[in-house]
């Protein structure tokens, strides 16, 4: 799957040439995909009967970056962009590449988890390489500002559903690079730092020398 997203993004990035004029059939196909993959979620959890406030609710930080970049796509917005391109691109692939996933292949929660990872990193290529966005040193904080706002209404959520939604209230079960960063409540302070640091890595590409 990490093979399928470089693949992906690199087509999307050669060929945005010849695509320009079709552009807005991509930005629709990939909200229409994201779309999908969160309605085809729900009902799995209905016709399996697993639905459960508890942890199945659109409050991870990529289920919130998936609902941001389908606004963020239909709309064209840059403010949202600068916000998704660091939750979403720096969310999603660090699911990728440490999946908390009970589903191995071929289920079909596989196939979502990731194919719906892939349309969210792909959602903020789209509008750097097709709609010219570039986000900015000011961009990173107002990615911080939000990506804090979040947390602090899903906080309460947890507490009102007894769920861990963005692992805030305590460490996800499959081995992740929060086992790095210290006990509960600790690790989410570490978690912080760890956001800085990744959005000032994403970035890194766009940094221009002054003359």
Not at 46 to 74: R, Y
């Amino acid at each position: 799957m990490l093979g399928l997203l470089i693949v992906l993004g690199v087509l999307l990035f050669l060929l945005r040439d010849r695509l320009t004029k079709r552009k807005s059939v991509i930005r629709y196909t990939l909200a229409i995909v994201l779309l999908a993959s969160e309605l085809s979620l729900y009902l799995w959890y209905v016709f399996t009967g697993v639905w459960d406030p508890v942890d199945s609710l659109p409050l991870q930080l990529c289920s919130i970056s998936l609902f941001l970049s389908i606004i963020m796509l239909l709309t064209r917005s840059y403010l949202l962009f600068e916000v998704t391109y660091f939750l979403g691109i720096g969310g999603a692939l660090q699911a990728m590449l440490t999946p908390e996933l009970a589903y191995d292949f071929p289920h079909y929660r596989y196939f979502h988890f990731f194919l719906a990872h892939i349309a969210i990193i792909l959602a903020s290529f789209y509008m750097i390489w097709y709609e010219n966005c570039r986000p900015t040193l000011k961009s990173i904080w107002k990615a911080f500002a939000g990506l804090n706002s979040i947390a602090l209404v899903v906080f309460f959520i947890n507490k009102a559903t007894g769920g861990n939604y963005m692992f805030l209230a305590h460490k996800p079960m499959n081995p992740s690079l929060i086992d790095l960063l210290g006990p509960y409540p600790w690790y989410i302070l570490s978690l912080e730092i760890v956001a800085l640091i990744m959005f000032f890595i994403l970035f890194l590409p766009f940094l221009r020398k002054k003359k």
